[in-house]
């Protein structure tokens, strides 16, 4: 099978899940034929004319990133984003408070993710009557967080119960973990 330079578009997958029942972490179900043919251009490329040189080259492809809402990344990541340790950068050192008479939480200090000199960092009574000196956390690169999952065993459905003695932040390897590259980026 042959394609032509002129044919190729960059691609994109769109998946939109909707209704009363939601695929969560099953969405790596529907995801796996899409990661094996990622691993098989990865791995084998196809052959591609270009017309412009009239030679054939290796053509590869490799996905780099997903662009989804912060329900989805968790859905896609394996993070869980639910309750007081949802910042995926932060992990257990989510600044987080209970509202009193309801149960919302909700998450504080991410100013100091802004720079140093940031004008808000010094803004005490627009936010919660402090000065922000302390930086943030540096994001977890993917071989870390592959050395947090590598050893999680998936089990799809929604009938399953969750084992709550086990507080892990980390619910499964994502699928994306399959991709010989996806260590190698940043999470």
């Not at 099978?1 to 790596?28: F, T, W």
């Not at 796996?32 to 098989?40: F, N, S």
């Amino acid at each position: 099978m042959a394609y032509y330079a002129n044919d190729l578009q960059p691609s994109s997958l769109v998946v939109h899940e909707a209704g009363p029942r939601q695929l969560g972490n099953d969405i790596d179900v529907y995801l796996t034929p899409l990661i094996e043919d990622l691993r098989k251009l990865w791995a084998d490329g196809v052959d591609v004319f270009d017309a412009s040189v009239g030679q054939t080259f290796k053509l590869r492809e490799m996905i780099f990133c997903t662009i989804n809402d912060f329900s989805a990344y968790g859905n896609l990541s394996g993070y869980s984003v639910k309750v007081h340790h949802a910042c995926p950068i932060c992990e257990k050192k989510t600044s987080f408070m209970q509202l009193k008479h309801c149960k919302k939480t909700v998450y504080r200090r991410h100013r100091r993710f802004l720079k140093h000199y940031h004008p808000y960092r010094r803004l005490k009574k627009t936010f919660n009557g402090t000065h922000e000196t302390e930086g943030g956390p540096e994001p977890l690169a993917g071989h870390e967080v592959y050395d947090r999952v590598k050893d999680m065993v998936t089990i799809f459905g929604k009938t399953q119960t969750k084992d709550h003695a086990e507080k892990n932040i980390w619910k499964k390897k994502s699928v994306f973990f399959d991709l010989p590259y996806w260590t190698k980026l940043h999470v």
